[in-house]
């Protein structure tokens, strides 16, 4: 039985402008996300990956209603975001969460775990202190606080980093929602610390049926903990596969140079891997390049790839989607390299 879609984009832009200077005859605007169609299904994980600037944080936050976009829809079940009234969004909010990067910033520092974490519950309508204050202990021990008793009264920098995010995780889901927007939720962590947010992350799908959308500039953190992955770069998708397909058959150029650049834990093997080095810079999103995004940087370019959009997607079978006409070429060619 398919799954039904939680959450569908299409067509998403966002656009930002910028302040021209005295001297600047023609306004000039970020192409910060430029057309992105995809959907999310329920109780699974969507991963977004790119690198800085690509625009995976702009379209979460789009997502969650948290930024109007210039051109597009956003369907969260049945309402479109950006239809409904200030109401409807606002209920809608219990239901999607997110998790930021930096767990020390997204904290409050002037409060306590308790404070903190309290105020979904009287949000929810939860007043009696001993109610709430059980909850916040039941709470925390769900992300691995044990005994809670010894954290729940200080404050964020008496924590560690893990901590810190494991405290980000728990207000998360505080207010039981179907839907998290993780941006980034473990770069800012010691390696040793990821895999056990992780691990937390991939439990708490399991107990409580949560949709993630998990944006990173990382593939190698996204193997473990996603169903389907969609690759952006300069505001475009560029491939979207399962992510079993996407790891095992890599079609677009960007998202091959990006797999051989993850470290093999056999250094033998590392040696013996052959190594996509991509020139050049990323393009400029105020004055992305004609024709495809990646011709600039790509060692396969074409003639025609300077002057045509490209058609965005191809689908090579099985919902493989690729933004480029030459993938399986480029392939053929790398396998007799």
């Avoid at 799954?3 to 299409?10: A, F, G, M």
């Avoid at 009696?128 to 008793?149: C, H, I, T, W, Y």
């Avoid at 770069?233 to 993850?262: D, M, Q, R, W």
Wanted: net charge positive; glycine share 6%; proline share 7%.
């Amino acid at each position: 039985m398919p799954l039904s879609p939680l959450v569908e984009i299409e067509g998403l832009k966002k656009y930002f402008p910028l302040k021209g200077g005295l001297f600047q005859k023609e306004a000039k605007v970020v192409h910060a996300v430029d057309g992105i169609s995809f959907r999310i299904e329920e109780k699974q994980t969507f991963s977004l990956v790119g690198e800085s600037g690509s625009g995976k944080t702009t379209t979460g936050l789009m997502i969650l209603g948290l930024l109007e976009p210039t051109a597009g829809r956003v369907r969260f079940k049945d309402y479109d975001i950006f239809a409904i009234s200030k109401d409807e969004i606002r209920n809608l909010r219990r239901e999607m969460q997110m998790v930021f990067q930096d767990p020390f910033a997204s904290l409050n520092p002037r409060k306590s775990v308790y404070r903190i974490l309290s105020q979904a519950y009287k949000v929810q309508g939860i007043t009696g202190k001993e109610e709430v204050r059980n909850q916040v202990l039941n709470l925390m021990e769900k992300v691995g606080f044990s005994p809670a008793d010894l954290y729940v009264d200080r404050y964020p920098h008496e924590l560690s980093g893990g901590q810190r995010q494991r405290i980000s995780v728990a207000r998360a889901i505080a207010v039981q929602p179907k839907f998290i927007v993780a941006d980034e939720p473990v770069s800012a962590l010691d390696i040793s610390v990821r895999s056990q947010i992780l691990n937390l992350m991939i439990r708490l799908q399991r107990e409580l049926d949560l949709t993630y959308l998990f944006i990173t500039h990382d593939l190698a953190v996204v193997r473990s903990v996603s169903t389907t992955v969609g690759v952006m770069y300069v505001g475009k998708i560029v491939e979207l596969a399962k992510a079993e397909e996407l790891f095992s058959n890599p079609l677009h150029p960007y998202t091959k140079a990006l797999l051989s650049a993850i470290p093999l834990p056999n250094p033998v093997l590392t040696r013996t891997r052959k190594r996509i080095v991509l020139t050049g810079d990323t393009p400029s999103p105020i004055t992305p390049p004609q024709g495809c995004r990646f011709h600039t940087r790509c060692p396969f370019v074409r003639d025609d790839c300077k002057r045509e959009p490209g058609p965005w997607l191809i689908d090579y079978g099985d919902g493989h989607l690729v933004a480029c006409p030459y993938a399986q070429e480029i392939k053929s060619r790398l396998a007799n390299a």
